[in-house]
């Protein structure tokens, strides 16, 4: 990130002398919220705050038709999409709208909801707690799971009058998704199908950034990133978004920050939106569940974090270690794709985890697909949206059997 604010730095103060500002054009959803992206593609958009039963506050959005769909009395089939790590709801529309999973899902006559996860852009503020507090960032996997995901789709169930709905996760997305239909039967009957893009359970194989981490004691990286907020998106971040990478000169340098998290696959990557990628992200997380995913990362488990003394643990689990997380307990009918350019959720990892899959309906890897492509890749609506939209179709045909 210092590399590309020298450069930017640079191009403000030569790109006069040698005509670098030709030819760079901002895409306007750089500089928009999820509303206004949502809007400004002539699609209808509410929003919803959920409070969940410990009193955070989500932002959550809802497109409840297509462009082309006229709103009718009869309920639309649910789907709702849940973001990965350091993400937020806008990875589901920041590319144009045949490429955007949420856009296409409203066109095909879905009733489309999409969250944000505790403490990112979208969602930052309690009913009590302060962002600026410590006590505010005490969070990781285990409270979205058991908080945020419960109190979202109940609001879904009771907005729609649905009580059924079909979960699309991505990476982060899949693990929370996994804890939560694990634990909490109840919550599983909600769902139609679960649509796991990049399922991320164990990282003991993780070739990511995030594998830093375990480096370092828990000491040293509450000194280093304090105990509160993580990767926030900045100032800065969104004026080299807006004011550098939206110039092709610089295409290659940006691609290159973003690949170094989530694997390589540039031909897949559409360039003129790469402003609009990076003034979405990162939304930003916790510092605690960071620590969580480097716990995740040592230990090799899925397990639910160590609050790092025993009668903490003794508190919050009854138990003086972090228990396990058991996948096979989940009986939700459950699709799969992975990436074999796939960083974070490593093809090692995912191959761990699809025996422990109950109830495991479709299953494609795809070679060349890194860890971003499932929402941004410029194929995904030919190698993963049409597969998981005749899914869906099927389900609400109640035939008995899926397509393998």
């Not at 729609?160 to 039967?185: C, D, K, M, R, W």
């Not at 307990?329 to 090692?348: H, N, R, Y």
């Given at each position: 990130?210092?590399?590309?604010?020298?450069?930017?730095?640079?191009?403000?103060?030569?790109?006069?002398?040698?005509?670098?500002?030709?030819?760079?054009?901002?895409?306007?959803?750089?500089?928009?919220?999820?509303?206004?992206?949502?809007?400004?593609?002539?699609?209808?958009?509410?929003?919803?705050?959920?409070?969940?039963?410990?009193?955070?506050?989500?932002?959550?959005?809802?497109?409840?038709?297509?462009?082309?769909?006229?709103?009718?009395?009869?309920?639309?089939?649910?789907?709702?999409?849940?973001?990965?790590?350091?993400?937020?709801?806008?990875?589901?529309?920041?590319?144009?709208?045949?490429?955007?999973?949420?856009?296409?899902?409203?066109?095909?006559?879905?009733?489309?909801?999409?969250?944000?996860?505790?403490?990112?852009?979208?969602?930052?503020?309690?009913?009590?707690?302060?962002?600026?507090?410590?006590?505010?960032?005490?969070?990781?996997?285990?409270?979205m799971a058991k908080y945020d995901l419960p109190a979202t789709i109940n609001l879904i169930i009771e907005k729609t009058g649905q009580e059924q709905l079909f979960y699309v996760g991505h990476s982060q997305g899949t693990t929370i998704a996994f804890i939560a239909f694990s634990t909490n039967p109840e919550l599983a009957k909600r769902i139609k199908i679960f649509f796991a893009l990049a399922p991320v359970v164990t990282v003991k194989y993780t070739r990511s950034p995030i594998k830093n981490l375990t480096t370092l004691s828990r000491r040293t990286i509450k000194a280093l990133f304090g105990d509160k907020m993580f990767?926030?998106?900045?100032?800065?971040?969104?004026?080299?978004?807006?004011?550098?990478?939206?110039?092709?000169?610089?295409?290659?340098?940006?691609?290159?920050?973003?690949?170094?998290?989530?694997?390589?696959?540039?031909?897949?990557?559409?360039?003129?939106?790469?402003?609009?990628?990076?003034?979405?992200?990162?939304?930003?997380?916790?510092?605690?569940?960071?620590?969580?995913?480097?716990?995740?990362?040592?230990?090799?488990?899925?397990?639910?974090?160590?609050?790092?003394?025993?009668?903490?643990?003794?508190?919050?689990?009854?138990?003086?270690?972090?228990?396990?997380?058991?996948?096979?307990?989940?009986?939700?009918?459950?699709?799969?794709?992975?990436?074999?350019?796939?960083?974070?959720?490593?093809?090692?990892?995912?191959?761990?985890?699809?025996?422990?899959?109950?109830?495991?309906?479709?299953?494609?890897?795809?070679?060349?697909?890194?860890?971003?492509?499932?929402?941004?890749?410029?194929?995904?609506?030919?190698?993963?949206?049409?597969?998981?939209?005749?899914?869906?179709?099927?389900?609400?045909?109640?035939?008995?059997?899926?397509?393998?």
């Amino acid at each position: 990130m210092w590399q590309l604010l020298a450069t930017a730095c640079w191009v403000l103060l030569l790109g006069p002398i040698y005509g670098c500002k030709k030819g760079s054009i901002t895409n306007p959803e750089a500089n928009m919220n999820i509303s206004q992206i949502i809007s400004y593609w002539g699609y209808p958009c509410e929003k919803y705050d959920v409070v969940t039963k410990d009193g955070y506050i989500l932002g959550t959005y809802r497109i409840p038709h297509g462009r082309r769909c006229p709103r009718k009395t009869a309920p639309k089939p649910v789907v709702y999409l849940q973001h990965g790590l350091i993400a937020s709801a806008s990875d589901w529309i920041c590319n144009l709208p045949n490429n955007s999973l949420a856009f296409l899902l409203a066109d095909n006559g879905y009733d489309v909801w999409m969250g944000n996860s505790r403490g990112n852009t979208w969602s930052r503020k309690h009913l009590k707690l302060s962002p600026k507090s410590s006590e505010y960032w005490a969070f990781s996997l285990d409270e979205m799971a058991k908080y945020d995901l419960p109190a979202t789709i109940n609001l879904i169930i009771e907005k729609t009058g649905q009580e059924q709905l079909f979960y699309v996760g991505h990476s982060q997305g899949t693990t929370i998704a996994f804890i939560a239909f694990s634990t909490n039967p109840e919550l599983a009957k909600r769902i139609k199908i679960f649509f796991a893009l990049a399922p991320v359970v164990t990282v003991k194989y993780t070739r990511s950034p995030i594998k830093n981490l375990t480096t370092l004691s828990r000491r040293t990286i509450k000194a280093l990133f304090g105990d509160k907020m993580f990767s926030p998106h900045t100032l800065m971040e969104q004026f080299i978004a807006t004011k550098m990478c939206n110039r092709k000169i610089f295409h290659h340098m940006c691609s290159n920050f973003m690949f170094t998290v989530t694997g390589v696959d540039l031909p897949n990557l559409n360039m003129s939106r790469l402003d609009v990628y990076l003034a979405q992200s990162p939304a930003g997380t916790s510092v605690q569940n960071m620590l969580h995913w480097a716990q995740a990362v040592n230990s090799g488990q899925f397990q639910a974090f160590d609050w790092g003394q025993p009668d903490q643990n003794m508190m919050h689990f009854h138990q003086l270690i972090p228990p396990l997380y058991n996948v096979t307990e989940m009986e939700v009918p459950t699709a799969i794709w992975s990436g074999g350019q796939d960083i974070l959720a490593d093809p090692k990892d995912v191959e761990d985890l699809l025996p422990k899959i109950a109830n495991l309906i479709y299953y494609k890897a795809i070679p060349y697909y890194n860890h971003m492509d499932f929402y941004l890749g410029q194929d995904a609506p030919q190698e993963i949206y049409q597969d998981l939209i005749k899914l869906m179709e099927e389900c609400l045909q109640n035939k008995t059997h899926f397509f393998l």
